[in-house]
């Protein structure tokens, strides 16, 4: 039955339980926390309150706005180096 699974499909089932391992032990985690505790951690890694802002320059106001896609094709260290490249 081995011949039927290449190298890739089986570093992708690998990849797929070492993720699916890492998400058990963080609701075992989560789980063994006081709700003080987990509302402390879900704080800490949320996106920052104060990313929208308003800047005004030369008479002009600009308004910027943060949007984050789940889909994204870069991260943020790669698409800050892309514009200002």
């Known amino acids: 039955m081995n011949s ?9 089932f690998i990849e797929d339980t ?3 391992e890492a998400i058990n032990n963080i609701y075992d985690m989560l789980a ?3 709700k003080e505790k987990r509302l402390a951690f879900f704080e800490q890694i949320s996106k920052p309150k104060d990313l929208d802002f308003v ?3 030369d008479g002009i106001y600009y308004v910027v706005c943060a949007h ?5 094709r870069e991260d943020m260290i790669t698409k800050v180096n892309r514009i200002l490249a």
């Open 55 to 57: 800047k005004k320059m």
């Open 68 to 72: 984050f896609d789940r889909e994204q």
């Open 4 to 12: 039927y699974i290449d190298e890739t499909t089986k570093e992708q």
């Open 18 to 20: 070492t993720i699916r």
């Open 32 to 34: 063994d926390m006081p």
